[in-house]
């Protein structure tokens, strides 16, 4: 079995910064894509950063600047460092990663529990 555990939320000002993290863990493969999503209430679970295995970004227009991805692929973590944090960037976040896991044939796409971010003054 595999298992995302993220860590890390909270609640700050706006202007604040969080760090979010992210373990994967089981028996695992490899570990290509890994990334992290958040759901503000009401609203459709959207990309917020995105890294690949080699470290190629890909980041949301509404975070570039702001939020940096990175992960260590000995560890097998992803982490999201966020600054000059928004009312906006308020949502609970979720780390994802694509993983071969032991017995699979193919990579497939899991998810963390989810952790809350709040932004509020």
């Known amino acids: 079995q595999v298992h995302l555990v993220e860590s890390g939320g909270g609640s700050v000002q706006p202007g604040g910064s969080l760090r979010l993290s992210c373990a994967a863990s089981g028996t695992i493969i490899n570990i290509d894509a890994m990334g992290w999503y958040r759901q503000a209430l009401g609203k459709q679970r959207e990309l917020v950063a995105t890294i690949s295995k080699s470290g190629s970004t890909n980041y949301a227009d509404s975070v570039k600047g702001r939020f940096t991805i990175s992960r260590d692929n000995a560890k097998k973590m992803v982490s999201l460092q966020m600054n000059s944090l928004k009312p906006e960037d308020t949502a609970v976040y979720y780390c994802?990663?694509?993983?071969?896991?032991?017995?699979?044939?193919?990579?497939?796409?899991?998810w963390g529990q989810g952790t809350q971010v709040t932004v509020s003054s």
């Open positions: 994802y990663a694509d993983i071969m896991a032991v017995g699979s044939w193919r990579n497939r796409g899991y």
